[in-house]
């Protein structure tokens, strides 16, 4: 999500008397509070589980968050539909992949000098699952976050990030639903639709499965998502107008 709110709080040029002017227009002091109360929240979960038991929430706002960051960068484009997708995905890529391979690199490499031929059969089955951003669906199977059984799986922090990544490939979707909506009225019915259906299956899923899979964490990013609709039309202005 550090990508979103770089890109949401970068400098637009303005021309004045012939000069470029910076400004930052788009920096939002509530989402930079939310966003370090959620950190601060699930670090103190992992430092002091007994104190802060629901630190674990700040993903969950988290999520809220990022699809609010999404939605907002892909209306600022004045592009084309395919040209926005293809700049939207380019810049996923550039901006999570190498890092996250690099940190998955000196991972993998700690994994197969230090730990035993045992834990490297056992856990090393997880490592392919992280490289393919799809750590929630991996250890899916094999039981819930909170389980002591999978505790030890190295890679289980990169749950999340492949929840964020998975968001991604449908998020331009949502942006062209949104369009949708305002061309022809009844498509409105679709947003509550997926949200309310994603509820519904967190709420009624096995613990694990509410917790890993996608579908249970989508309509905490379409509410981030829907956050920015309602806001455009505050002010005004309509989504399908950008």
């Known amino acids: 999500m550090t990508d979103e709110c770089e890109q949401l709080i970068e400098s637009e040029s303005k021309v004045n008397d012939g000069k470029v002017v910076e400004v930052k227009e788009d920096f939002r002091d509530d989402v930079a509070v939310l966003r370090a109360l959620a950190i601060l929240a699930v670090l103190a979960f992992h430092l002091w589980p007994a104190t802060f038991q629901y630190g674990y929430l700040g993903v969950d706002v988290f999520f809220v968050i990022s699809g609010f960051l999404m939605m907002r960068i892909l209306t600022r484009s004045k592009e084309g539909p395919i040209l926005l997708f293809l700049k939207f995905y380019r810049r996923r890529v550039r901006r999570i992949v190498p890092l996250y391979y690099f940190v998955m690199f000196l991972t993998g490499l700690t994994l197969v000098c230090l730990y035993t031929h045992v834990y490297k059969k056992r856990y090393f089955p997880y490592y392919t699952g992280a490289l393919l951003f799809a750590t929630n669906f991996k250890v899916q199977p094999a039981g819930g976050y909170f389980e002591k059984k999978t505790t030890n799986i190295p890679f289980l ?86």
């Open 157 to 242: 922090h990169t749950w999340s990030l492949g929840v964020e990544m998975q968001f991604y490939v449908v998020a331009p979707f949502f942006l062209y639903l949104s369009k949708l909506c305002t061309a022809i009225k009844p498509f409105y019915l679709l947003w509550p639709a997926c949200l309310l259906f994603s509820l519904y299956y967190q709420v009624t899923a096995e613990p694990k499965d509410s917790f890993y899979h996608p579908m249970a964490r989508l309509w905490q990013f379409l509410c981030g998502m829907l956050a920015i609709v309602f806001l455009e039309k505050l002010k005004g202005k309509s989504i399908g107008e950008n």
